[in-house]
């Protein structure tokens, strides 16, 4: 099993910063790699970000790429969502979640095995 817990999360400004982290425990080595997904109300849950556990390697949504980025902190098996330059569409439930299957499209929510409880990011105007 693996447990995901999401902070940081919390009301911005339009054009403010906020770093997500999520931190893993449990069956660590399983991991292929962890990605960030958000889901606004009435919405569905969309991809943001991606994290290549081994390699490092990473990726985004065109609608962040240039002002999210992604990084992890091994040591602690935490994965770290650096967001900047927020806007009002970026408010939505951000959910990191891993994946053990390296066959899969990591864009596609339904390919992940574990999923955090969410961190609420609210962009106000």
């Known amino acids: 099993q693996v447990q995901l817990v999401e902070s940081g999360g919390e009301l911005v400004q339009v054009g403010g910063s906020l770093r997500l982290s999520c931190a893993a425990s449990g069956r660590t080595f399983s991991f292929y790699g962890m990605g960030w997904f958000r889901q606004a109300p009435g919405k569905e849950r969309e991809f943001v970000a991606w994290l290549r556990w081994s390699a490092g390697a990473t990726d985004f949504a065109d609608s962040v790429r240039g002002r999210f980025t992604i990084s992890r902190d091994g040591a602690k098996h935490t994965v770290n969502l650096q967001m900047n330059s927020l806007k009002p569409e970026d408010t939505a439930v951000y959910y990191c979640?891993?994946?053990?299957?390296?066959?899969?499209?990591?864009?596609?929510?339904?390919?992940?095995?574990?999923w955090g409880q969410g961190t609420q990011v609210t962009v106000s105007s």
């Open positions: 979640a891993v994946k053990r299957d390296a066959r899969r499209n990591y864009a596609v929510s339904a390919n992940y095995d574990y």
